[in-house]
């Protein structure tokens, strides 16, 4: 069946840049029938949806984030990847990768185990 | 678009029945409304999709119901592994918003 698993630094200073990437086992991130998306947690916002990839390469950003952010797929290793620019500690959170269909259902039904990223000098 | 969730935390002991509210700021198609279950150190499951329709392997005492600004997800007699927090998620528009969960808890 299809895993997800996110990989990337667990602490980053502020005003650098937040990478992270997700590699897909069991699945093609060329398949026309999903997105593929970062979402995050925190204690006080609870789950904030960051944006997700197409195979095609079109990407949609919270636009709360859009300004600092960028969402890339590599299919040649069946992963998809975030940037965040000019973190703070705002940043600081439980990111998790998930497919996303998109088709007449929208919904997250895999979703990696979450990296814990903090945000600190 | 606003979802809440409301109230923040039940209690109840196993074998109730569990209803848990998701109420939206504005009209979302039943098609795109979902609900995920969270137990502690691990990410969501994907419980309900289309505000009604069981994802793979989810037990039939979890049912959703609703539509338009008014959605429910029932558990018909909750089990010990149902103790959990609870996630409504609206796709009607972007952002994708999820609500701010509803907590169940042991009574």
């Known amino acids: 069946q299809v895993q997800l698993q996110e990989s990337g630094p667990g602490l980053v200073k502020p005003s650098e840049t937040l990478s992270l990437t997700c590699t897909v086992s069991g699945g093609s991130v060329t398949s026309g029938n999903y997105y593929w998306s970062w979402i995050r947690q925190t204690p006080g916002k609870g789950l904030e949806w960051i944006g997700y990839i197409y195979y095609t390469g079109t990407a949609n950003y919270n636009p709360s984030l859009s300004s600092r952010l960028t969402i890339s797929l590599d299919t040649s290793k069946n992963q998809f990847s975030l940037k965040l620019t000019s973190v703070t500690a705002a940043d600081t959170a439980v990111y998790y990768c998930?497919?996303?269909?998109?088709?007449?259902?929208?919904?997250?039904?895999?979703w990696g185990k979450g990296t814990t990223v903090t945000v600190s000098s | 678009i606003v979802l809440t969730q409301s109230p923040g935390t039940l209690s109840f002991s196993p074998g109730q029945r569990a209803t848990l509210s998701c109420r939206a700021s504005?009209?979302?198609?039943?098609?795109?409304l979902a609900w995920y279950q969270q137990k502690p150190g691990q990410a969501p499951r994907l419980l309900i999709y289309?505000?009604?329709n069981r994802a793979t392997g989810i037990p039939d005492r979890f049912s959703g119901s609703g539509s338009g600004t008014d959605f429910t997800l029932t558990i018909s007699r909750l089990e010990p592994e149902d103790f959990a927090v609870y996630y409504c998620q609206q796709y009607a528009g972007s952002p994708w918003t999820f609500g701010q969960g509803t907590k169940v808890e042991i009574k």
């Open positions: 289309g505000a009604s």
């Open positions: 504005q009209s979302v198609s039943s098609s795109y």
């Open positions: 998930a497919r996303e269909a998109s088709d007449f259902y929208y919904y997250m039904d895999v």
